[in-house]
């Protein structure tokens, strides 16, 4: 089975066709299992907010990415931020600067791996993939 751990900056490549974001569909399109920390949804929305805020000439796509975004939930299998995987996430990586929010992506990476098997992670942030 391929499953792929689907972080959050992966998914904003995506969203707003980036750079590799094209990619990201694909992989995504030909994975089997699609997870993800519960983390990806809220990081996902403040993106949003903060485009709007920051370009409001472009305000009238915000519904469009907000409908695509409801539409790709329902295809994720969420992890919730556990206190297993938050205290993983304190203690995960100690010799690395890694930041809280990327700690607990790549501790919930790590439990998806334990339960999962073979579990690939799609991202694009270089501090989790010094990590893996």
Same mark, same amino acid.
């Given at each position: 089975m391929t499953a792929v751990y689907l972080e959050t900056s %992966?998914? =904003?490549r995506m969203l707003f066709q980036e750079a590799h974001g094209h990619e990201v569909r /694909? $992989? =995504? $399109?030909?994975?089997e299992d699609v997870? %993800?920390?519960?983390?990806?949804q809220v990081e996902a929305q403040r993106a949003l907010v903060r485009v709007q805020l920051d370009h409001p000439e472009i /305000?009238?796509?915000i519904p469009d990415l907000q $409908? /695509?975004?409801?539409?790709f939930w329902p295809?994720?299998?969420?992890?919730e931020m556990t206190r297993e995987i938050c205290d993983l996430a304190g203690r995960i990586a100690p010799r690395s600067r890694l930041r809280t929010l990327d700690a607990i992506h790549l501790a919930t990476f790590h439990r998806a791996r334990r339960l999962h098997g073979d579990v690939e992670m799609l991202t694009y942030d270089e501090r989790l993939l010094r990590e893996l």
């Open positions: %992966a998914l =904003l /694909e $992989r =995504l $399109r030909v994975s997870v %993800a920390s519960r983390l990806v /305000e009238d796509v $409908r /695509e975004l409801d539409t295809k994720v299998n969420f992890f």
